[in-house]
C-alpha cells in the first residue's frame, strides 16, 4: 500500500516538475525551496575523504530509468563500473526524465535520470529526493533545410523560435528569421516544429529558453517536463532523442531540440546546427569553451541542494541552453549495503566518470570542483 502511495505522489510530481510560469521570464529561474543542509554525522557521510572507495562486497543490481539525453553516457558509465566491480550490475533504460522522477520517487528504480532539477512540487511531496549533478549537457536545435551552403549554421533566438512553434512563423523564409540571417538564401519551405511526446527534460530546458526569449510564450505555455505545444497543424510529436533526430532527417523543414549527446547523428543524418542567441546578443555554437563559460556564470550562485536553472545565462561567450545531468536518487535507501552501492557509483562518475574519456564520446564537459565538492556533499547524505 505504501509503495502504491509513493507511485500516486510521484506521479503528481511529475506534473509539477518545473519553474511556474512567470510573465517576468525565467533568465534566472525561481529556485524550489532547498532541503536543509547535509551535516556529517557519521562515518562516511559529508565529505569526499569520507565517502566509500568501494561499493562493498554484497553483489546487487542497481536500477536506473530517465532521461535520453543522459542514457548514452549512462550506459557507458554502467559498463565501465561493472568491468571494474563485477559485483555490482546497473541497467539503464531512456524512458524520459519524468519517467526517471518518478520512479525513482516510487521506489521502483534506484535512480532516476532527469535533464530537469526537482521543483518544489517533487520537494514538497517527497522531501527526501536528491538531485545530484553528475556533468554538464546541453542542447541543440537542428534543422532539415536543403540547399544551405557547407558550414551555414542557421541563427535562431528563443523569440524566433517561440513564433515557429507557435504557429505564427510558417515558412523558413519569413522575415524574422531572415533578418537574424542577412546573406543566407533560406528555402521557402513550410515549418515543421518537432516536440517530444513524453514527459521530458529536453522540454523542460527548450520551453524555458522560448520563455527567456518571448514573454507572451512565457505568460501563454510557460516550461515543464511537459508543456500545452499550440495547435500548429505540421507540428508532430515523437518519442526520446533519437525520435527526434530520425523524424528530422526525413522531414524537409522540421526544426527540433535535441540533447547535445546525439549531435553526431543528427550531423551524420545531414541535419544542419543552429547559432542559438544568448543573453549577451551573441550567436553561439554549443561547443566545450561555450558549455564552460556558461555554466562557470552559475557556479557561485549554486545552491546546496544543486537545484539551478543555467537558462540563458550572462556570459557573453556562453551557449544558452546549458544544464547539469542529475541523479535523482533518494536520500534513504532500503539497506546499508545498496545505500554504499549507490554513494560509490555517483561518487565514480562525478570523479573518474568525468574524464574526457567518457564524457568526450556525447559532447559533455566536467563538473566544475566546487560543484564537485556540493554533489559529493549531497551523496555523503544517502544512507
Not at 64 to 93: D, F, Q
Not at 149 to 169: D, Q, T
Not at 184 to 192: D, K
Not at 358 to 364: A, C, K, M, S
Request: charged fraction near 10%; include cysteine.
Amino acid at each position: 500500500m505504501a509503495l502504491k502511495l509513493r507511485r500516486v505522489l510521484a506521479l503528481c510530481a511529475v506534473a509539477l516538475l518545473g519553474c511556474a510560469a512567470s510573465a517576468a521570464g525565467v533568465t534566472a529561474c525561481a529556485t524550489p525551496p532547498q532541503p536543509p543542509p547535509v551535516h556529517a554525522t557519521g562515518p562516511g557521510i559529508g565529505s569526499r575523504g569520507g565517502l566509500p572507495a568501494t561499493p562493498g562486497s554484497a553483489r546487487l543490481t542497481l536500477t536506473e530509468t530517465g532521461s535520453t539525453l543522459l542514457y548514452p553516457l549512462l550506459r557507458t558509465w554502467a559498463a565501465a563500473y561493472h568491468g571494474k566491480y563485477p559485483n555490482i550490475t546497473i541497467t539503464t533504460a531512456p524512458t524520459g526524465s519524468g519517467t526517471g522522477i518518478a520512479d525513482a520517487s516510487a521506489g521502483t528504480a534506484d535512480l532516476g535520470a532527469s535533464d530537469a532539477f526537482l521543483s518544489s512540487g517533487n520537494l514538497v511531496l517527497d522531501p527526501d529526493l536528491l538531485n545530484v549533478p553528475l556533468a554538464i549537457s546541453a542542447q541543440q536545435i537542428n534543422y532539415n533545410l536543403p540547399g544551405l551552403g557547407p558550414g551555414v549554421h542557421v541563427k535562431l533566438n528563443g523569440a524566433v523560435l517561440a513564433r515557429m512553434y507557435s504557429g505564427s512563423i510558417t515558412t523558413w523564409n519569413d522575415p524574422a528569421i531572415a533578418a537574424l540571417n542577412r546573406g543566407v538564401r533560406l528555402p521557402a519551405i513550410r515549418v515543421v516544429p518537432l516536440h517530444r511526446a513524453e514527459s521530458s527534460g529536453d522540454t523542460f530546458l527548450f520551453s524555458s529558453y522560448l520563455s527567456t526569449g518571448d514573454p507572451g510564450w512565457n505568460a501563454a505555455i510557460g516550461y515543464g517536463t511537459v508543456v500545452a505545444w499550440p495547435p500548429v497543424p505540421a507540428a508532430r510529436a515523437e518519442q526520446g532523442n533519437s525520435g527526434m533526430v530520425a523524424a528530422c532527417a526525413v522531414t524537409r523543414g522540421c526544426v527540433a531540440y535535441v540533447g547535445i549527446s546525439y549531435l553526431t547523428q543528427a550531423l551524420a543524418a545531414g541535419l544542419g546546427e543552429a547559432a542559438l542567441q544568448n543573453a549577451a546578443g551573441h550567436f553561439v555554437l554549443p561547443d566545450g569553451p561555450s558549455l564552460r563559460a556558461a555554466v562557470a556564470s552559475f557556479v557561485p550562485a549554486t545552491p546546496q541542494n544543486e537545484t539551478i536553472s543555467m537558462v540563458n545565462g550572462p556570459a557573453a561567450g556562453g551557449y544558452p541552453i546549458v544544464n547539469f545531468e542529475y541523479a535523482i536518487v533518494a536520500a534513504r535507501q532500503r539497506s546499508p549495503a545498496k545505500a554504499r552501492a549507490i554513494k560509490a557509483f555517483l561518487h565514480w562518475v562525478i570523479t573518474s566518470g568525468n574524464a574526457a574519456g567518457y564524457l568526450g564520446q556525447v559532447r559533455f564537459q566536467p563538473l566544475p570542483a566546487p560543484i564537485v565538492t556540493l554533489a559529493d556533499a549531497q551523496i555523503g547524505g544517502i544512507r
